[in-house]
């Protein structure tokens, strides 16, 4: 049982990257997810959050109207479309999952991504 988080990686400032956030033994229809990020020396930040019937997706301000949260549950996995990314951007990664949302905005999900890179630079 886990989730998978890839999709990470260099891109020049003003690009765009597609985090994906694949689950494995369990079926994630059932399950909020949400997206975090942590840069060095920063606490790790909530980006955006949706519950299992993606119902009103949340986005930190900072993430508003530059990302884009959503899942394919045909394929059971998240994705994060990331749009006009700005070197304030770069930071790990993470994707998380629970059956209530408030435990995924919390921190507290019970299945949690290992991470996935994204440098924004020129």
């Known amino acids: 049982v886990q989730l998978q988080a890839s999709g990470g990686g260099l891109v020049q400032p003003g690009g765009s990257l597609k985090l994906s956030c694949a689950a494995s033994g369990f079926t994630l229809n059932k399950y909020a997810i949400g997206w975090f990020r942590q840069a060095p020396g920063k606490e790790r930040e909530g980006l955006s959050f949706?519950?299992?019937?993606?119902?009103?997706?949340e986005y930190a301000d900072s993430v508003k109207g530059r990302f884009t949260i959503s899942r394919d549950n045909a394929k059971n996995t998240a994705y994060l479309q990331m749009n006009s990314l700005q070197p304030e951007d770069t930071a790990i990664y993470f994707c998380?999952?629970?059956?209530?949302?408030?435990?995924?905005?919390?921190?507290?999900?019970?299945?949690w991504g290992q991470g996935t890179q994204v440098t924004v630079s020129s």
């Open positions: 949706i519950d299992w019937r993606d119902r009103s997706p």
């Open positions: 998380a999952a629970d059956q209530l949302i408030e435990w995924v905005q919390s921190g507290r999900g019970d299945y």
